[in-house]
């Protein structure tokens, strides 16, 4: 009995050694942590609510503009957080956490630590008798219309006899936290999925784990949208990076406040989802909606291609995003006959025609 104890106790130190990166780590405090500062350049931006979480597995969360998962790990003082095109250091210390982010200072500490900011410098050094004598004049409306997309980055290469490019966009408007947002997109695509799937893959295997990464952007009032899709290399599928922007306030905006700007709930939004993701798919099986006419036992197989299609689980992955024409378009799973399951595709969700041919089905 005292053997098996031992051994118990010797396969505890183990594995609470292995979750720590092989040392165990200071008494430190694991659980979320608020930023209090922000710097960059030497100057305070503004905080905005930006977070972290560390668990004592080495995981965690991130919460700056996207809420993501990450991983971290702790030498001596040192914090190197892995995520978002990471990693990135910083030092912890005394539970303050302050991590560069990219040549920009960001300060965390848990939230009963946080001090209460110091009261604001006053706006004006008028007396109030000289500021009632000044005319007060309304604050411009922002022109969003001058906003436009732009290669933060473009690269290229030809690979077997094919010429490969790579595209990586950004936002130009003089708005408060565009600079911000810029710098995610650019690690997120350059540095996480460029650098990732195409150095490193051509480094390693000498071909490339993607064969084009290119953009289509809309605007539409303070609404602007980017849908990054990048080719896999050597097959038909794709991903998708949907970036929905809110100029206004310089912020990642969510697809309720997206649907809301065009006059959608995320209920009225599903249920012609639903209609035209069924519409799609009949367009694109034309040819085989006539082997069906012709062969009445190819019918379960359509059967199973719209069942899938309309499904609740399919409709509930379409992420709407303002299209090139300033209209909501949205990128939809499509069910597949062949090959993968489903296919993500790009559709002009509000022009789309409402296929007939589905309808008549849908009325059987």
């Known amino acids: 009995m005292k053997k098996l104890t031992a051994i118990i106790l010797a396969l505890a130190v183990l594995l609470s050694l292995a979750a720590c990166g092989g040392e165990a780590k200071p008494d430190i405090y694991y659980g979320k942590y608020l930023c209090y500062k922000i710097t960059m350049l030497g100057e305070d931006c503004p905080v905005d609510g930006e977070w972290l979480r560390l668990d004592s597995d080495g995981t965690g969360r991130l919460g700056i503009s996207l809420e993501v998962g990450m991983e971290w790990t702790l030498d001596g003082e040192e914090l190197t957080i892995d995520a978002l095109g990471g990693p990135y250091k910083g030092t912890l210390k005394d539970d303050r956490l302050a991590l560069d982010w990219g040549g920009t200072m960001m300060y965390f500490a848990p939230p009963d630590q946080i001090e209460p900011s110091d009261e604001p410098e006053p706006a004006s050094l008028l007396s109030t008798e000289e500021s009632e004598q000044i005319p007060y004049t309304e604050p411009a409306e922002p022109d969003y219309s001058t906003a436009s997309v732009i290669d933060a980055a473009t690269e290229g290469l030809k690979h077997d006899g094919i010429r490969m490019e790579f595209h990586v966009p950004k936002i130009v408007f003089d708005g408060e936290g565009i600079d911000y947002l810029n710098e995610i997109i650019y690690e997120q695509l350059y540095d996480g999925v460029y650098q990732e799937y195409v150095v490193k893959s051509m480094d390693e295997y000498g071909m490339p784990g993607i064969c084009s990464m290119d953009y289509i952007w809309g605007i539409s009032g303070e609404y602007l949208s980017i849908v990054v899709n990048y080719a896999y290399y050597a097959s038909e599928g794709s991903d998708f990076f949907i970036c929905n922007v809110d100029l206004s306030n310089g912020k990642f905006a969510s697809d309720v406040e997206v649907l809301s700007h065009f006059g959608y709930t995320v209920d009225s939004f599903n249920a012609r989802a639903k209609d035209v993701m069924g519409s799609v798919l009949f367009d694109q099986y034309a ?31 379409a992420c709407p995003f303002v299209g090139p024409d300033g209209k909501l378009w949205m990128v939809a799973p499509i069910a597949s006959i062949a090959g993968a399951d489903r296919y993500m595709q ?16 849908i009325a059987e």
């Open 287 to 317: 040819s085989f909606l006539e082997e069906v006419e012709a062969d009445p036992s190819l019918k379960p197989d359509l059967d199973d291609l719209v069942k899938r299609t309309t499904s609740e689980e399919y409709v509930s992955d």
């Open 346 to 361: 790009v559709i002009a969700f509000e022009s789309y025609p409402i296929s007939e041919a589905y309808l008549s089905y």
